[in-house]
T-cell receptor
Framework: AQRVTQPEKLLSVFKGAPVELKCNYSYSGSPELFWYVQYSRQRLQLLLRHISRESIKGFTADLNKGETSFHLKKPFAQEEDSAMYYC?????????FGTGTLLAVQP | DGGITQSPKYLFRKEGQNVTLSCEQNLNHDAMYWYRQDPGQGLRLIYYSQIVNDFQKGDIAEGYSVSREKKESFPLTVTSAQKNPTAFYLCASIGDGREAFFGQGTRLTVV
């Protein structure tokens, strides 16, 4: 079965604290994984993809095939990081999302 | 200005009525998708289309129908058979780069 699991519905941290948003996937092939973000009153948009191995807005995500995980991390959270984050799996011809994690960064 | 346009932004439907949500893109993308977004349930796939005149059911297709007569357009009809249609609906398209581009969504309310 092709599935994406985000176990936390809400993650609340203080400004400056490290952040880790968890994502696990189920897929038999070679996965293509993404993180999407939805800020308040904005469209859902791409944050980063595993294949580019880049850091966007201080966020990174490493694909761990052994643990079938693609956790999103940031060493020091900022208030403007508060948003809804979705992990997504992209097998051929489909795009499957997790249930999302709401990140709330407190001042 | 390239992108995806969904209309209307808000839609009210009486019970027993069919309504059609519009999704148009000028990104020249082949693949288009419809999702339903409910609190705590993330984005659930309703229908998707990889090419003109072809589409497939997603995970929650019951009570919905689509057409893909033009590359730019992928309208979604919410039929009276959909038991709980009140939700936020998102349309997306994907090009060769595999990045999904989303519309601003349509909030449908049954009154």
């Amino acid at each position: 079965a092709q599935r994406v699991t985000q176990p936390e519905k809400l993650l609340s941290v203080f400004k400056g604290a490290p952040v880790e948003l968890k994502c696990n996937y189920s897929y038999s092939g070679s996965p293509e994984l993404f993180w999407y973000v939805q800020y308040s009153r904005q469209r859902l948009q791409l944050l980063l993809r595993h294949i580019s191995r880049e850091s966007i807005k201080g966020f990174t995500a490493d694909l761990n095939k052994g643990e079938t995980s693609f956790h999103l991390k940031k060493p020091f959270a900022q208030e403007e990081d508060s948003a809804m984050y979705y992990c997504a799996l992209c097998p051929p011809n489909k795009l499957i999302f997790g249930t999302g994690t709401l990140l709330a960064v407190q001042p | 200005d390239g992108g995806i346009t969904q209309s209307p932004k808000y839609l009210f439907r009486k019970e027993g009525q069919n309504v059609t949500l519009s999704c148009e893109q000028n990104l020249n993308h082949d693949a288009m998708y419809w999702y339903r977004q409910d609190p705590g349930q993330g984005l659930r796939l309703i229908y998707y289309s990889q090419i003109v005149n072809d589409f497939q059911k997603g995970d929650i297709a019951e009570g919905y129908s689509v057409s893909r007569e033009k590359k730019e357009s992928f309208p979604l009809t919410v039929t009276s058979a959909q038991k709980n249609p009140t939700a936020f609906y998102l349309c997306a398209s994907i090009g060769d780069g595999r990045e999904a581009f989303f519309g601003q969504g349509t909030r449908l309310t049954v009154v």
